[in-house]
């Protein structure tokens, strides 16, 4: 799929992700942050709790950076 110049793909958000950098953690999770909320929702039927679930799976990709595959 071709990009836009100067736009990043979420291949290159997660390869930024994995090497500390905050502006690629920032856009994923600005990104999916919203539809994994809702996707949550549909399984355990509270905003709030599908918001801490979502949070938490970020706060662990966050913490789990340095282990992610750089190469995908």
Do not use: H
Request: aromatic fraction near 12%; proline fraction near 3%.
């Amino acid at each position: 799929m071709n990009t836009p110049a100067g736009t990043l793909t979420d291949k290159d958000l997660v390869r930024q992700m994995a090497d500390g950098q905050l502006n690629g953690y920032e856009q994923l999770f600005k990104k999916y942050y919203a539809p994994l909320c809702g996707f949550a929702m549909k399984y355990v039927r509270d905003q709030e709790a599908s918001q801490d679930i979502v949070q938490d799976v970020f706060f662990k990709l966050w913490n789990k950076r340095e282990n992610m595959n750089r190469d995908i």
